[in-house]
């Protein structure tokens, strides 16, 4: 597999990129698409058998159900984020290494239903607070280690709603290669 079609695996809607003004507009579509995600992951991999759930959506990627468990892992923690930016000052915030969790028994084994469930309980309470903050609220923000930079709320939504299509669309895609759409 050539450097272009294994980045086009890896990140099927490309990288984010967060517009330089993040207008009401963004956050809006952002928040929506947070809103939804839940219920429209949900649907795409319900019907879905235990060898299709442990298929790598990629060559030496994870399975379908460890991208899932990831999904709930990584957005509790997003949540847990915005919690910090909004009650300390500029918090660095905890750094956890998502690839060792995805080899953990529960991401490579644990049913799928306990992280969709997760993420309709995180995402409805993420949400539920995101369209209630204020301006000065939403440009609040906290530092990642990871990188040392500094992110806002703003900017945050934006990211998280790319990574739920981002990882949307590894399962969808993988679906679609395999004939296991309906």
Not at 49 to 74: F, I, M
Not at 133 to 158: A, D, M
Request: aromatic content about 10%; some cysteine; hydrophobic content about 35%.
């Amino acid at each position: 597999m050539n450097d272009e079609n294994l980045e086009l695996l890896r990140y099927p809607i490309g990288k984010f990129q967060c517009p330089e003004h993040i207008t009401n507009t963004h956050l809006k579509e952002w928040i929506d698409v947070l809103e939804h995600f839940p219920m429209k992951l949900d649907d795409l991999v319900r019907s879905l058998t235990v060898e299709q759930l442990d298929t790598p959506y990629r060559q030496e990627g994870w399975t379908v159900r460890q991208v899932v468990h990831h999904l709930s892992d990584s957005h509790h923690h997003s949540y847990i984020r915005f919690k910090w930016a909004l009650t300390e000052d500029t918090p660095i915030i905890k750094y956890y290494h998502e690839k060792e969790w995805a080899e953990l028994e529960d991401a490579k084994h644990a049913p799928i239903q306990m992280s969709i469930d997760h993420l309709k309980a995180v995402h409805f309470k993420l949400v539920y607070l995101l369209k209630s903050l204020t301006e000065e609220q939403l440009n609040k923000c906290f530092i990642h280690p990871e990188h040392n930079n500094t992110v806002s709320l703003k900017e945050n939504i934006g990211k998280y709603a790319w990574h739920s299509n981002h990882h949307y669309h590894h399962i969808k895609n993988l679906l679609l290669r395999k004939g296991w759409l309906k």
